[in-house]
């Protein structure tokens, strides 16, 4: 059984499309490309695919994963094209590897993210940043099934800053724009928890809804803060028996 993993993103109107409308849009994909794909047991067999850390509806998104299992060897690159043909623009299929490594979901521990506030002033996002930066915690609520939950999302940001807009790129309007890395952590902290965060600590309230896209997600590195791809184990793997041919030629008998 060959095992592929896939980098696919979630782009422009497609944003909004939810974990299940993905769900089914891919299996779709799955049979108009003829993947041979391994199904589980039982009454309702279904195809063999794992999920890691879906973004949440209404964010875009560069960075979301998933993995296949097949029952014959496919070309990863072959196989990505032809999904990528598949489904409809703005769910790309951006990269796979085939899986030579455990532990995918154990190398997401934290993500990249950007967010685009439209009307704010970039002096106000950098005393909001500079205040939710200094505080030991923020605290703040999230409807749950149970209820209202407080938690703190202070702890779980890894980096907080403002980001800086092409200066080519012509504006009429004022747009701040954070970049934010926040570990994945229960209970999850989002985008969205650490804008209520700005709005508690020092009353920053875009007029609109932001904008917010995932960057990347992967392993955190940190003593840097950043965030590395979590398919290179795969790809170094992948490339270890080339390295090792010559130097077992070299050693074999005249």
């Not at 990863?76 to 790309?92: A, C, H, M, N, V």
């Not at 609520?141 to 790129?169: C, I, W, Y």
């Not at 290179?232 to 008998?253: F, L």
Request: one cysteine or more.
């Amino acid at each position: 059984m060959q095992r592929i993993r896939l980098r696919y993103t979630k782009r422009g109107r497609l944003r909004f499309t939810s974990h299940r409308d993905f769900q089914r849009a891919f299996e779709r994909a799955l049979r108009r490309a003829e993947v041979p794909m391994a199904y589980s047991a039982g009454f309702t067999p279904h195809p063999k695919v794992s999920y890691a850390n879906a973004a949440p509806t209404g964010t875009g998104s560069e960075a979301e994963y998933l993995e296949i299992a097949l029952t014959a060897a496919r070309d990863p690159e072959k196989l990505r094209i032809l999904l990528d043909e598949s489904l409809p623009t703005g769910l790309d299929v951006v990269d796979a590897v085939e899986a030579r490594t455990s532990g995918l979901a154990d190398r997401l521990t934290a993500s990249v993210w950007e967010l685009r506030l439209d009307g704010v002033d970039p002096a106000d996002a950098d005393r909001a940043v500079e205040a939710f930066n200094q505080a030991d915690a923020v605290e703040v609520q999230r409807m749950a099934k149970n209820g209202v939950r407080t938690f703190d999302a202070r702890a779980a940001v890894v980096q907080l800053r403002t980001h800086s807009e092409p200066a080519d790129r012509p504006t009429d309007q004022p747009c701040a724009i954070l970049r934010l890395v926040v570990r994945h952590v229960t209970p999850a902290v989002r985008p969205d928890d650490v804008l209520s965060g700005l709005r508690a600590v020092a009353d920053l309230a875009p007029p609109v809804p932001a904008a917010v896209t995932r960057l990347a997600q992967g392993l955190l590195d940190e003593e840097t803060g950043t965030v590395t791809d979590p398919l290179a184990p795969d790809r170094e793997a992948a490339q270890a028996p080339t390295t090792a041919e010559p130097a077992a030629a070299a050693k074999a008998p005249a």
